[in-house]
C-alpha cells in the first residue's frame, strides 16, 4: 500500500492547531488500512523491529476525533467501533471484544472473554485463550499460543516507542505479563506467570549472559530471581531465567492442535 502522501498528511494533522473539515476521513483512512491488515504500527526491518509512529499518530488522532457513541452491543459507548469478524475465516467465541483498528488473520481463535484493542496485529493461525489482553499496537505472530489469562501491555505512546512483540512459532504460558515493548523471538517459550517489561533483565543460567526486555529465539524462560543487597539488608528480585533452548520434545510437547483450527 502507498502511504507516502497519507503519511504526510497525518504528521501534518497531529501537530495542527485546528483541526480542518476533512480530518477525520484523512484519519479514517489509516484505520480502515490496519483494520484490513494493510499497515501495521510496527514492522521488522532487517533484524530490528521498528514502529511507525505515524500510524501511532493517526490512532491518537482518532480518539481525538471521534465522538463517544452508543454501540450496537449492548448498554456500551466508545469512541471505537468493534469490528465484526467474518465466520468461518475466524473463530471468536462470544463475550470477546475485538476493536477496529486491529487486525486478526484467518484462523485465528479468540476464546471469551478475551479484548484486542486498536492496532494490534493477530497472525495466521494464532490462539488467543480466555481472559487475555492484547493491547493496542501489540504484534502478535503466525501461530503463537497466548495462555489463559495473559496480559499483552499497549505501547501506543509514545508514538516512537515500539510496542510489544511475540514472533512466530511462540508459546505464551498462562498469566504472564508482558510489558513496554519487551520482545519474544521466534519459537521462544514463556513459562506460565512470567513477568518481563523492556528494562528485564533476563538471565540466562548457562552461559550467565543478560538479555534486557528480549527473550531470544528457541528460548525457555520461566520465572526466577537473584539477590540483591542494600546496606544491611537483602531482597529477593524478580528476575526470569534462560534454563534451555527449545528441543524437539518441547516442541512435540506444545504443538499446536489442529482440530482447533478447523475453519470448515
Given at each position: 500500500m502507498q502511504t507516502t502522501n497519507l503519511e504526510q498528511q497525518i504528521e501534518e494533522l497531529f501537530e495542527a492547531k485546528e483541526m480542518p473539515a476533512d480530518a477525520i476521513k484523512i484519519v479514517e483512512q489509516v484505520i480502515e488500512?490496519?483494520?484490513?491488515?494493510?499497515?501495521?504500527?510496527?514492522?521488522?526491518?532487517?533484524?530490528?523491529?521498528?514502529?511507525?509512529?505515524?500510524?501511532?499518530?493517526?490512532?491518537?488522532?482518532?480518539?481525538?476525533?471521534?465522538?463517544?457513541?452508543?454501540?450496537?452491543?449492548?448498554?456500551?459507548?466508545?469512541?471505537?467501533?468493534?469490528k465484526v469478524l467474518p465466520a468461518p475465516q475466524?473463530?471468536?467465541?462470544?463475550?470477546?471484544?475485538v476493536r477496529k483498528g486491529s487486525y486478526i488473520a484467518p484462523k485465528v481463535v479468540?476464546?471469551?472473554?478475551?479484548?484486542?484493542?486498536?492496532?494490534?496485529?493477530?497472525?495466521?493461525?494464532?490462539?488467543?485463550?480466555?481472559?487475555?489482553?492484547?493491547?493496542?499496537?501489540a504484534q502478535v505472530g503466525k501461530n503463537v499460543h497466548i495462555g489463559a489469562g495473559t496480559v499483552i501491555g499497549g505501547v501506543l505512546e509514545p508514538p516512537n516507542s515500539t510496542p510489544v512483540i511475540i514472533e512466530d512459532g511462540a508459546f505464551v504460558g498462562g498469566s504472564c505479563g508482558l510489558y513496554e515493548g519487551c520482545i519474544v523471538e521466534k519459537n521462544a517459550v514463556i513459562g506460565a506467570g512470567t513477568i518481563i517489561t523492556a528494562r528485564t533483565p533476563i538471565i540466562d543460567i548457562q552461559s550467565g549472559e543478560e538479555h534486557f526486555?528480549?527473550?531470544?529465539?528457541?528460548?525457555?524462560?520461566?520465572?526466577?530471581?537473584?539477590?540483591?543487597?542494600?546496606?544491611?539488608?537483602?531482597?529477593?528480585?524478580?528476575?526470569?531465567?534462560?534454563?534451555?533452548?527449545?528441543?524437539?520434545?518441547?516442541?512435540?510437547k506444545l504443538a499446536m492442535e489442529d482440530s482447533l483450527r478447523v475453519f470448515e
Open positions: 488500512a490496519l483494520d484490513q491488515g494493510k499497515i501495521r504500527t510496527a514492522e521488522k526491518v532487517g533484524n530490528e523491529w521498528k514502529a511507525n509512529s505515524w500510524v501511532k499518530k493517526a490512532i491518537l488522532l482518532y480518539f481525538r476525533l471521534r465522538p463517544v457513541e452508543k454501540m450496537e452491543e449492548g448498554p456500551f459507548a466508545d469512541k471505537v467501533p468493534l475466524n473463530r471468536i467465541v462470544p463475550y470477546s471484544s479468540i476464546m471469551a472473554p478475551s479484548f484486542v484493542n486498536i492496532g494490534a496485529y493477530v497472525d495466521e493461525g494464532s490462539m488467543i485463550d480466555s481472559l487475555v489482553l492484547v493491547g493496542s499496537c526486555g528480549r527473550v531470544p529465539e528457541n528460548a525457555v524462560v520461566v520465572p526466577g530471581g537473584r539477590q540483591k543487597k542494600v546496606g544491611d539488608h537483602e531482597f529477593i528480585l524478580q528476575t526470569p531465567l534462560i534454563i534451555k533452548r527449545r528441543d524437539p520434545q518441547v516442541s512435540a
